[in-house]
């Protein structure tokens, strides 16, 4: 299995809503990252597990909270979201964060919409 | 700053002619550089890597330079076809405080057309 699967592959939430964002990768990597994307823009590094430990938080705010229940997965828990939070979120997952002459594996995304 | 430009922004095509992309970095100390495909809505799929040491590496009808000297990289796209239409993202890692950080380019959308 060399694929990173996300879940759903889109939701639409109210701003009132709690939703989660599921991310699952079988290839024995170590670390796992949260990335949003908007529109014709690159991607924008939120989180990154290394070792199901929380090692950077991009000054994300509260409103996102992730999770990682053991080194296959990774959650991303959303609450009381606002409309400009709508963008696609990419989880990515690599060898290790010490290793950077691995490449990342990139998920297909979510397609997050906040009304 | 260490910051990755890439150009043109957008570029339209004929199918079936070879077209360049350009990346420029000002990543220092620098560790490898990556070129990804992404389709609109999807996630970005690895095409090449290079470490410093690599000047040139290829993936089908893909081919990405390197010269670390002017820190600048390529990518050639060969006899293009309609599936090549989607964003090319350049990323530099460095490595930092023990670990490494990527920076991604802003990226450039190529069109291909029938």
């Known amino acids: 299995d060399t694929e990173v699967t996300q879940t759903p592959k889109h939701l639409v939430m109210g701003m009132t809503n709690k939703k989660s964002l599921k991310c699952e990768q079988h290839?024995?990597?170590?670390?796992m990252y949260w990335y949003k994307q908007k529109a014709k823009k690159p991607p924008e590094l939120m989180f990154v597990y290394s070792y199901e430990k929380l090692s950077i938080n991009e000054s994300v705010p509260s409103r996102f909270s992730p999770e990682c229940p053991n080194s296959s997965l990774l959650n991303l828990h959303l609450h009381a979201l606002q409309p400009e939070d709508s963008a696609l979120y990419l989880c990515?997952?690599?060898?290790?964060?010490?290793?950077?002459?691995?490449?990342?594996?990139f998920g297909s995304g979510t397609r997050l919409t906040v009304v | 700053k260490n910051q990755v430009e890439q150009s043109p922004q957008s570029l339209i095509i004929l199918e079936g002619k070879n077209c360049t992309l350009q990346c420029n970095y000002t990543v220092s100390p620098f560790s490898n550089l990556r070129w990804y495909k992404q389709d609109t809505g999807r996630g970005p799929v690895s095409l090449t890597i290079?470490?410093?040491?690599?000047n040139t590496k290829s993936n089908g009808r893909y081919t990405a330079t390197l010269d670390a000297d002017t820190k600048q990289s390529s990518l050639h796209i060969t006899a293009s076809q309609l599936s090549d239409s989607a964003s090319y993202i350049c990323v530099v890692t460095f490595p930092t405080s023990g670990t490494y950080k990527y920076i991604f380019g802003t990226g450039t959308r190529l069109k291909v057309l029938a």
């Open positions: 990515a997952s690599s060898h290790g964060t010490g290793e950077g002459n691995y490449g990342y594996t």
């Open positions: 290839m024995g990597h170590r670390a």
């Open positions: 290079m470490t410093f040491s690599e």
